[in-house]
């Protein structure tokens, strides 16, 4: 998770979503891909995105990541968001180097690798049991980060005014939800078959685009979306680690991930009428939402009782734990930095591509790193569904190419 631009992110496809993570200027121009990630991330819509798991998830924080509005869509996972197609990003500097394209992407796919991977570690590897907390130092790391570099002139944000606030605030309680769900099903489920389900996200997505919007999608696009299905059901069924409650939380981490991305699509407009500058940016989403998520995260802190957990744990004490944390805070981050970049470089065809491929081998490094029991029968699954993405992703390219 980590902070969102849903990067990335989406349909969600990111988890990426990434995380994991990401923003619109124009409504009508933006895409959301996507696990802390989740960052999440988030992807195929590109939500991965993400993202996700994680953005956070795949599954992201940065905004963990917006829902492609018409034309361009998101990937969650992850949560990270695409800006209009070959539209500069505002607020950020580019600096010049050769192979910017290459060099870019290269990050994208390493930030949101690592957000998804790193998570886990922090959850099931050093067993943390205080995901909300996890949440909650992220978003603050990611809101001191993009205040320090707001003071600094690197890039702009618009004021928080209460006007903002008031039109944000539901978008920002079913961020939290994301997130938190995103933490929790990424616990007790192999990153590979997070990475599957998260496809799901697609699927509730589309339907909901469809009776909210009217808007009608190819066939080749719910094809594909069917094979997603086919595939998150008989990877649940031949998972040898299958855990209820985390398939459970993964599925409720759907739901909201989906919701977030529809909501936010009414919402943007609203919310750049009250800004002194008439647009909201990426990096003014990824402060907004992670401000925003702090004094809800604590007060779910305070009520699922980590308190006592935190005052009990042992790792807190652990200088190797608080660094760990502290970069998946800034790996979160970077997702929605890197997320914007690759897509000024390349554009929203080639963001969504990737996005769909970079979860193969982050579910291949979720299963050897983590020493997950497979199957031939579950891992031709997972590939199945890793497929299915890709050809989702190429779906909604050719979809876009028909109606522009």
Same mark, same amino acid.
């Given at each position: ?130 995901? =909300?907390?996890? !949440?909650?130092?992220?978003?603050? $790391?990611? &809101?001191?980060? @993009? +205040?320090? /570099? ?29 997130? =938190?769900?995103? !933490?929790?099903?990424?616990?007790? $489920?192999? &990153?590979?078959? @997070? +990475?599957? /389900? ?38 649940? $069924? ?167």
């Amino acid at each position: 998770m980590g902070s969102r631009a849903l990067s990335a992110g989406a349909s969600f496809d990111s988890p990426d979503l990434a995380f994991e993570r990401n923003h619109a200027e124009d409504v009508s121009k933006v895409r959301w891909n996507g696990e802390r990630g989740h960052k999440f991330h988030e992807s195929n819509g590109v939500v991965e995105q993400s993202s996700s798991p994680v953005r956070r998830d795949v599954v992201s924080r940065s905004l963990s990541a917006i829902k492609a509005l018409e034309n361009d869509e998101i990937d969650l996972e992850g949560g990270r968001l695409e800006k209009g197609r070959d539209r500069m990003v505002r607020g950020s500097r580019a600096v010049k180097f050769p192979n910017q394209a290459l060099l870019s992407g290269c990050a994208y796919c390493i930030s949101s690798c690592s957000m998804i991977l790193v998570n886990k570690f922090v959850l099931s590897g050093y067993n943390f049991d205080a995901g =909300i907390s996890l !949440m909650v130092y992220q978003n603050f $790391i990611s &809101v001191i980060t @993009v +205040t320090i /570099l707001s003071f600094l002139g690197v890039i702009s944000t618009e004021p928080l005014t209460w006007r903002l606030i008031k039109v944000w605030l539901p978008v920002n309680v079913i961020f939290v939800g994301m997130l =938190i769900t995103s !933490m929790f099903s990424l616990k007790y $489920i192999n &990153v590979a078959m @997070v +990475t599957v /389900l998260k496809n799901v996200t697609n699927v509730i997505t589309a339907v909901g685009e469809m009776y909210l919007f009217n808007k009608r999608h190819d066939n080749r696009v719910w094809a594909a979306l069917f094979l997603m299905i086919i595939s998150a059901i008989s990877g649940g $069924i031949t998972d040898l680690s299958f855990h209820a409650v985390g398939y459970a939380w993964q599925i409720i981490n759907c739901f909201l991930t989906a919701s977030y991305s529809l909501t936010l699509r009414r919402v943007m407009d609203t919310a750049k009428q009250v800004t002194k500058s008439g647009n909201l940016n990426e990096f003014s989403m990824v402060l907004l939402n992670n401000s925003l998520s702090l004094p809800l995260g604590v007060l779910l802190v305070i009520v699922f009782n980590e308190v006592d957990y935190l005052s009990r744990t042992p790792l807190l004490r652990l200088p190797s734990f608080w660094l760990v944390m502290t970069l998946s805070g800034f790996l979160g981050l970077a997702i929605s930095f890197t997320s914007m970049w690759f897509l000024h470089q390349t554009g929203a065809t080639t963001y969504s591509l990737v996005g769909s491929l970079n979860k193969i081998p982050l579910s291949v490094a979720g299963i050897l790193l983590f020493k997950v029991p497979t199957s031939l029968e579950n891992s031709a699954s997972i590939f199945f569904g890793l497929l299915a993405g890709v050809f989702f992703a190429r779906a909604k390219m050719w979809e876009r190419s028909q109606s522009g």
